[in-house]
Nanobody
């Protein structure tokens, strides 16, 4: 497993932007599929976005498609989530997660991910 650490969360106004970062601890990070998940108070953790180990394939929840962009820099062991046009329903704790990718299709379910960061709070104010 690789250790992950998120940063970049905070308070942002509706319609604003925020960029989350997730740094991996080891070079093996580049073999990992990476995902972003979020959890709002009283709700279950949900999928937000994912990216294949090479960065060639990206996936988004319908709720963020067209507003969020996931990317990665394997040279720096980092994955990013650019959040634009944020809405109050984007509020929650955002977690990055990863697993060693062995198949072409990236999993979008939490159970497939075995490395998790501690989470970073994103609050969207109206």
């Amino acid at each position: 497993q690789v250790q992950l650490a998120e940063s970049g969360g905070g308070l942002v106004q509706v319609g604003g932007s925020l960029r989350l970062s997730c740094a991996g601890s080891e070079p093996t990070f580049r073999t990992y599929a990476m995902g972003w998940f979020r959890q709002a108070p009283g709700k279950e953790r949900e999928f937000v976005s994912a990216i294949s180990w090479s960065g060639a394939y990206t996936y988004y929840a319908d709720s963020v498609k067209g507003r969020f962009t996931i990317s990665r820099d394997n040279g720096n062991n980092t994955v990013y989530l650019q959040m634009n046009s944020v809405k109050p329903e984007d509020t929650g704790v955002y977690y990055c997660a990863g697993y060693r990718q062995k198949q072409i299709v990236v999993s979008l379910t939490t159970a497939s991910y075995d490395s998790w960061g501690q989470g970073t709070q994103v609050t969207v104010s109206s």
